[in-house]
């Protein structure tokens, strides 16, 4: 599941350079995950065919969307605010069309549509290429709704135009879709079942991604260690492939040896991973190639067997001990991350303190942390009371982010001293007179900005940290560049 959410691009609109003969204006921003994000890039690639260019000017748009998330309740309220805040826009400016695209429309298409009157088209994330018929329709006067999963939607062949980014670093969407069913989950449900994007579509886009001067990708998925290619369709329906579609099908780490081999020079990365499908010929992809970086998203969820069991994670505590202990045998210098849901239904101290255990056990660099929130239609939804309360969730989730923060500013502690090599991405925040990148352990890295510039390698030399941070000096370019 991808569920790293960055709080600090929530709502971010794209801004994209405008085509001359375009007359429309598009409005559209992204809520949640990663690959929310990856999908406007493909609506507005659509769009930009029809006539739009994007506005960052709500009162000026012809037509508004956003792009949503339904992992958390937090998420969905937020967007329900900004409706409201689009149809107030709407009476000002009757022209204008509301849409919501993502996972909240398939789960609340009617609801929007036609008890609560607030979008005129709902949009699901297998259907973006149908947002033209789609529009015809709106503007005939016609509420729009395409919310079908697809089988093979993979949006392989759709160029994405990029999110006004730094223009170093970019995603790459190889997966779709996840047949995992953990009970806490909504994804398999507003997302479909798992299918694979083409490898040569993958090579091609990152070919792309060199050429505009690109010098770092992340695959994405919900599940990257699922990715496989046979010809095309759902992973499920691999044991019915013909022989010959089973001998030359890629998997993910042969994708992974491509796509380090297609660019030798450019940095890869990939997220989400899921232990239950993580293979160990994945880490020894990486460890064959400079350029794909030491660091993994592991999520776990919790350190519980009897917790893991009730959300249905095809893994227990001990075997996620055993694949931890083989990767870092072989990567001994891997950063780790993780997932964590505090207060899963039924969850007990003995089950807390076992979490709490795992995480002493593996040292986590970073995580994701959240105290468990309901979602409608899920498996834990139907099934199981939300029933431990506010205050202990809370807590829990409390002791959780308190003791990554100690084991987060372990691992930094141990980059003191070294020269790493690190990708200049930005400004530092707190400072014009410095640049932040990161490392291969995808730590962030602020260093004097001297005659370096923005998409860089360079080597610094780490003289100092904080719990997320690791502060240093460059001693030169890498021979990366």
Request: hydrophobic share 35%; aromatic share 8%; glycine share 6%.
């Amino acid at each position: 599941m991808e569920k790293i959410i960055d709080e600090s691009i929530q709502g971010q609109s794209l801004n994209l350079e405008a085509k001359k003969n375009n007359d429309r204006k598009l409005f559209i921003e992204s809520y949640g995950c990663q690959m929310n994000f990856s999908d406007s890039e493909i609506v507005a690639s659509i769009l930009s065919n029809e006539g739009f260019n994007t506005t960052q000017n709500l009162e000026d748009a012809d037509l508004v969307l956003v792009n949503t998330c339904s992992i958390r309740d937090k998420a969905e309220q937020t967007v329900r605010k900004r409706l409201e805040k689009y149809n107030a826009v709407k009476k000002i400016n009757p022209k204008m069309k509301v849409g919501v695209l993502g996972c909240m429309a398939e789960r609340l298409k009617s609801k929007f549509l036609e008890e609560e009157k607030i979008v005129d088209l709902v949009v699901g994330p297998d259907a973006y290429k149908d947002l033209p018929n789609l529009l015809s329709e709106v503007e005939d006067g016609r509420d729009a709704i395409n919310v079908i999963l697809s089988k093979e939607e993979t949006y392989g062949d759709i160029s994405p135009v990029r999110l006004n980014t730094n223009g170093v670093t970019a995603f790459v969407s190889i997966t779709r879709g996840c047949d995992n069913m953990c009970t806490f989950c909504v994804v398999p449900f507003t997302r479909g079942r798992e299918r694979s994007r083409d490898p040569q579509s993958i090579i091609e886009e990152v070919n792309d991604l060199w050429n505009n001067g690109y010098k770092e990708v992340t695959l994405l998925g919900q599940n990257v260690d699922s990715y496989l290619w046979y010809g095309g369709g759902l992973k499920k329906d691999f044991e019915k492939a013909s022989d010959l579609q089973k001998a030359t099908a890629v998997n993910f780490a042969k994708l992974l040896d491509m796509c380090a081999q297609a660019q030798p020079k450019m940095r890869f990365r990939f997220s989400t991973s899921n232990p239950q499908d993580m293979t160990l010929d994945v880490i020894e992809t990486m460890a064959r190639h400079q350029n794909i970086c030491n660091y993994i998203h592991l999520p776990v969820q919790s350190g519980s067997n009897r917790i893991l069991k009730a959300m249905n994670r095809q893994h227990t505590r001990e075997e996620y001990f055993k694949l931890i202990d083989d990767i870092r045998t072989i990567i001994p210098d891997i950063a780790l991350s993780q997932d964590m849901i505090a207060g899963f239904p039924t969850e007990t101290e003995e089950d807390h303190q076992d979490t709490l255990s795992l995480m002493e056990y593996v040292k986590y660099d970073f995580g994701f942390m959240f105290a468990y929130s309901e979602r409608p239609g899920t498996l834990a939804e139907r099934k199981l009371d939300d029933d431990i309360p506010e205050p202990v969730k809370k807590r829990r989730l409390q002791e959780i982010i308190d003791l990554q923060r100690k084991h987060g500013h372990f691992r930094t502690q141990q980059h003191v001293g070294k020269v790493e090599e690190v990708l200049i991405e930005k400004e530092s925040k707190r400072s014009n007179a410095h640049w932040s990148g990161r490392n291969t352990q995808n730590t962030v890295v602020v260093f004097p900005k001297e005659n370096y510039n923005v998409g860089d390698f360079v080597n610094v030399k780490i003289t100092d940290c904080t719990t997320a941070t690791l502060i240093g000096e460059a001693v030169g370019l890498s021979e990366n560049n």
